[in-house]
């Protein structure tokens, strides 16, 4: 048998730590290294103390060790421009170049090219000056989508329900600059339940990953701010084959063929964040790299080796999936206050009495003692063969684990329950 494969994996979430957990379980991997990694991760991945934008000294350390594939996982680090780095340099790294990340980047870049390539979606318009945004929101029926037209650590989009929410999300946009100098996206609000279909992507060759659901909301029954996910499962039993392949067809490949067309042709994961409105499926919006928490409940599903799958997008050969039949589902522990403020270096014990799948969101480890370290601190797993038995075996996990300083949801996977 041939050597095994070095992979550097880039970030230090709940996303990482189960790339990191998938390219652990691949026969084609020996060492792995993840910059920034976690508490979590730590046991599966060498941790480097190196910042997911650092792109200089990511690339130099892939050199120095001989890394074979480089995986990002964070929007900040392709923002930063991590691939372009890399390329230049003559590295190996599964993930798009600055310009093609464009379609997350980018809210105008995104809606501009689904406009061109014919791919549906809700109408908008941009703009930069307050007074402008607010005439066009009080013009037209609420519910009001605004967004914030760059990244912005998945806080950048409002659904106001009021005139007055809308002026507080236009305010704090365009005239504070919350997230930065920038634009918003005024957008037609689309109704009906939320999907989430990731593609691993190379130029025009587009390999669907198994559709998941997130749940962005802080509190049982979809209540309370919106959060960066609070947890998520798959597969989604109501979007059935018709409606994946009619997502395939006519959104995710066209965006794939439209990036390449662009000049801008994209390597990494496509994320489409989409909803099943009366006319089919449309675009939310677009991602550049692996959905977080999705992520999370797609790669333990993943039965066919995932270090073939980055190599083949790489390399531009052709690559096949196969798929678990059993469903997976995630429910997050977040420290108390977030998505507002919270405070981290709470205690964490009993990980060692769950029995399934713990990824590590935001931890840290203190002389052996696991602490919290963010927002979202981790994602207790369940598999089973259906949804019932996945939420069963999760809530088990989550029983098991003891701290003061952690909530969660209760009804992950309640639209399919």
Request: hydrophobic share 40%; with cysteine.
């Amino acid at each position: 048998m041939s050597e095994k494969n070095s992979v550097l994996v880039i970030g230090s979430g709940g996303r990482e730590h189960a790339i990191v957990d998938a390219l652990a379980r691949s026969n084609k991997v020996g060492k792995i290294y993840c910059a920034p990694g976690n508490a979590g991760i730590a046991r599966q991945a060498e941790c480097v103390n190196i910042k997911v934008d650092d792109v200089d000294a990511l690339a130099d350390f892939a050199k120095k060790n001989s890394i074979d594939l480089t995986v990002v996982g964070p929007e900040a680090s392709l923002a930063a421009g991590v691939a372009d780095v890399f390329h230049r340099e003559g590295l190996k790294i599964f993930g798009p170049t600055k310009g093609a990340a464009r379609i997350e980047s980018s809210k105008e870049f995104a809606k501009q090219l689904m406009h061109k390539y014919h791919i549906p979606t809700g109408d908008y318009r941009t703009f930069t000056d307050f007074n402008e945004a607010l005439a066009y929101v009080k013009e037209r029926p609420l519910p009001a989508v605004i967004k914030y037209d760059g990244l912005a650590a998945g806080k950048g989009v409002v659904v106001a329900e009021t005139y007055q929410e809308a002026e507080i999300a236009l305010s704090d946009m365009l005239l504070d600059a919350s997230f930065g100098e920038g634009k918003v996206i005024v957008e037609e609000f689309l109704e009906g339940p939320e999907f989430s279909f990731m593609c691993v992507v190379s130029g025009d060759r587009v390999y669907p990953l198994a559709i998941a659901q997130d749940h962005k909301r802080a509190f049982d029954g979809d209540k309370g701010p919106n959060t960066g996910g609070m947890g998520a499962y798959s597969p989604v039993p109501f979007i059935s084959e018709d409606i994946r392949m009619d997502a395939l067809r006519h959104i995710m490949i066209p965006a794939a063929e439209g990036l390449v067309a662009e000049g801008v042709p994209f390597v990494g994961v496509l994320y489409g964040g989409l909803i099943l409105t009366k006319d089919g499926p449309k675009v939310i919006e677009f991602n550049a790299r692996f959905g977080d928490p999705e992520t999370e409940v797609v790669l333990p599903r993943l039965e066919s080796d995932i270090y073939d799958l980055f190599e083949s997008a790489v390399e531009g050969w052709d690559c096949a999936t196969r798929w678990s039949k059993d469903a997976c589902l995630g429910v997050v522990l977040a420290a108390k206050g977030y998505p507002g403020k919270y405070e981290k270096g709470a205690e964490i014990k009993g990980l060692d009495k769950v029995e399934n799948r713990v990824y590590h969101m935001g931890t840290s480890d203190d002389a052996g003692r696991i602490l919290t370290a963010g927002g979202r601190v981790l994602m207790v797993t369940g598999m089973g063969p259906d949804l019932q038995a996945a939420h069963a075996q999760a809530m088990k996990g989550v029983e098991a684990i003891e701290c003061d300083n952690l909530f969660h949801r209760n009804d992950i996977g309640n639209q399919a329950l």
